[in-house]
């Protein structure tokens, strides 16, 4: 999974901001944490991009840079 930071909803993605694995199998439930920040600018949207197939469940944005306890 890959989050990068764009200009436009359904735009382009300038600038990956972080990447974080996901296991391999159906059903694996848990959390994934990743700190995203911008290097070469400030991005209004974010874009995930996930590398399989299937579906996902809910994703959750901490704005305390912490993943919830």
């Given at each position: 999974m890959e989050l990068w930071?764009?200009?436009g909803e359904c735009g382009e993605a300038h600038e990956k901001l972080a990447t974080a694995s996901i296991p391999a199998g159906g059903?694996?439930?848990g959390t994934r944490c990743m700190t995203a920040a911008p290097q070469t600018g400030t991005y209004p949207y974010l874009i995930?991009?996930?590398h399989a197939g299937g579906a996902h469940g809910a994703v959750t944005l901490c704005p305390d840079v912490?993943?919830?306890g």
């Open positions: 930071g764009g200009s059903g694996v439930k995930w991009v996930l912490a993943c919830p």
